[in-house]
């Protein structure tokens, strides 16, 4: 399973739009990236998954660049409650069942 | 409502009293896992489950057993527990195919004393 890295925290005001990027070197050809979010005392909730160029929906955009060597969460225009963990997940494939959760991006959005 | 249920919420016992945490999954989804999540070591993978009776250890799996004796259902199960399992438990479930994430319960939090 590949590695994640990610900021272990950011800042954030009302309105803005926040990118979070995570580094995934060793991701291997199967690997899909997956995002997470999670409030305190709550299981995390999925927000996005791709595998390559750009996947968006209704609540983020998850750019990937080319060499997949890492990837980017985009929230746009988030709200107080954004404030987060978000988390980064490299691996989820056909076949395999095991995830790693990394330290995850603490984000704290401000009025 | 599709959702991953675990019980109980919370849980307090005494060391070597085995206890089972059960996790029930109303979604027909083929994988199922447990998590456990301490402050400053994140997720930990316990246990996860392909179908009914395969599963398999993640990264954590001392101390834990699991069964999948129906497809919706994937008890934890503590034969002894000890101080060092206090932690807060998370249950989750995914459909098969590579395109979809966990969805996890609302957590339980065991305490050992």
């Known amino acids: 399973l590949a590695k994640t890295t990610q900021p272990i925290s950011m800042d954030s005001y009302e309105g803005q739009e926040v990118n979070i990027t995570c580094s995934h070197n060793?991701?291997?050809?199967?690997?899909?990236i997956t995002w997470y979010q999670q409030f305190p005392s709550q299981g995390p909730r999925f927000i996005i998954q791709?595998?390559?160029t750009k996947v968006t929906n209704e609540v983020a955009s998850l750019f990937i660049p080319a060499d997949r060597k890492s990837s980017t969460l985009s929230l746009p225009r988030v709200s107080l409650s954004d404030t987060a963990v978000y988390y980064c997940?490299?691996?989820?494939?056909?076949?395999?069942?095991?995830?790693?959760f990394g330290a995850g991006t603490r984000l704290f959005v401000k009025a | 409502e599709a959702q991953v249920t675990q019980n109980p919420r919370y849980l307090i016992t005494v060391t070597g009293k085995k206890l089972t945490v059960t996790c029930s999954q109303n979604?027909?989804?083929?994988?199922m896992s447990w998590y456990r999540q301490d402050p400053g070591l994140g997720l930990r993978q316990i246990y996860y489950?392909?179908?009914?009776?395969?599963?398999d250890k993640g990264d954590v799996p001392e101390g834990y057993k699991v069964s999948r004796k129906e497809k919706r259902n994937f008890p934890l199960i503590l034969e002894s527990p000890s101080p060092n399992q206090t932690s807060l438990y998370f249950c989750?479930?995914?459909?098969?195919?590579?395109?979809?994430?966990?969805?996890f319960g609302s957590g339980t939090r065991l305490t050992v004393v």
């Open positions: 489950s392909m179908n009914v009776e395969v599963t």
């Open positions: 989750a479930s995914r459909p098969g195919g590579t395109y979809y994430g966990y969805t």
């Open positions: 979604m027909n989804h083929e994988y």
């Open positions: 997940l490299v691996g989820e494939r056909t076949g395999g069942f095991k995830t790693i």
């Open positions: 060793n991701i291997a050809t199967n690997d899909y």
């Open positions: 791709g595998y390559k």
